[in-house]
T-cell receptor, first 115, second 117 residues
Framework: DTEVTQTPKHLVMGMTNKKSLKCEQH?????MYWYKQKAKKPPELMFV???????INESVPSRFSPECPNSSLLNLHLHALQPEDSALYLC??????????????FGPGTRLLVL | AQKVTQAQTEISVVEKEDVTLDCVYE???????LFWYKQPPSGELVFLIR??????QNEISGRYSWNFQKSTSSFNFTITASQVVDSAVYFC??????????????FGSGTQLTVLP
C-alpha cells in the first residue's frame, strides 16, 4: 500500500483567508514533503520533514507555514496568500531520508485557487 | 549542480504504437538515483521506477521498459503498444547523495504524452 491522502482536493480562498491543507500517510514513513506545482511545470520542493522535525525550508514565504503533528500527518497552513500562489500542492512521503529509502510517493494533490 | 533534460515537450502517438521518452541527466555524484513518475490529468504523481547508479540493468515491467546507459547519461523510457490510458505527463527525476540541494529530487521539465485512439 503506497497511499498518501490529501484534503481537500480543491480549495478556493480569498487573500485574507486562513486555510489549511492536510496530508496523511499510513506507510510508516518518517519523511514527508510539500511541493508546489504550477501548470505545465515540474513540482518545486517547499519543505521537508524528517522524524517530525523540519529538515529543509526552500526559502518559502512565511505566509506558508508547515506543521507535522505526528509521523503520519503533515499540514500546510495558509494565510494572506497572493493570486500567484494558485497552484497544485502535492504532498509526498518516503521511508526515510537517504539512499533507496528516499523514494517519494505522492498524494493526489490539492488544487488551490487564490482570488 | 544537477540537471535533468527531457527534450521532448509533447509527443502524440496512435494507440498500439511504441513510444520512447528521452531523459538525459547531469550530476557530479558517483552514486545517484534516477526515477520516472507519471502524472495523469488528475494530478497525482505516480511512481514508476527507481534505478540506482550502480545498477545498469535494464528493466521491463509489462508494457514499460527502461534503458539506463551511464556512458551517455541517459535513462530512457519506452512504452510498448501504447494505450489511451498512457496519456499523461511523464517526469524523469534525479537525486544525488551529496549534501544540500543535490540531495533533493531534481525533475526534468516533463513530456506530455498523448495517445490517440
Amino acid at each position: 500500500d503506497t497511499e498518501v491522502t490529501q484534503t481537500p482536493k480543491h480549495l478556493v480562498m480569498g487573500m485574507t483567508n486562513k486555510k489549511s491543507l492536510k496530508c496523511e500517510q499510513h506507510m510508516g514513513h518518517r519523511a514527508m514533503y510539500w511541493y508546489k506545482q504550477k501548470a505545465k511545470k515540474p513540482p518545486e520542493l517547499m519543505f521537508v520533514y524528517s522524524y517530525e522535525k523540519l529538515s529543509i525550508n526552500e526559502s518559502v514565504p512565511s505566509r506558508f507555514s508547515p506543521e507535522c503533528p505526528n509521523s503520519s500527518l503533515l499540514n500546510l497552513h495558509l494565510h494572506a496568500l497572493q493570486p500567484e500562489d494558485s497552484a497544485l500542492y502535492l504532498c509526498a512521503s518516503s521511508q526515510d531520508l537517504g539512499g533507496a529509502r528516499e523514494t517519494q510517493y505522492f498524494g493526489p494533490g490539492t488544487r488551490l485557487l487564490v482570488l | 549542480a544537477q540537471k535533468v533534460t527531457q527534450a521532448q515537450t509533447e509527443i502524440s502517438v496512435v494507440e498500439k504504437e511504441d513510444v520512447t521518452l528521452d531523459c538525459v541527466y547531469e550530476t557530479r555524484d558517483t552514486t545517484y538515483y534516477l526515477f520516472w513518475y507519471k502524472q495523469p490529468p488528475s494530478g497525482e504523481l505516480v511512481f514508476l521506477i527507481r534505478r540506482n547508479s550502480f545498477d545498469e540493468q535494464n528493466e521491463i515491467s509489462g508494457r514499460y521498459s527502461w534503458n539506463f546507459q551511464k556512458s551517455t547519461s541517459s535513462f530512457n523510457f519506452t512504452i510498448t503498444a501504447s494505450q489511451v490510458v498512457d496519456s499523461a505527463v511523464y517526469f524523469c527525476a534525479l537525486r544525488g547523495r551529496a549534501s544540500g540541494s543535490a540531495r533533493q529530487l531534481t525533475f526534468g521539465s516533463g513530456t506530455q504524452l498523448t495517445v490517440l485512439p
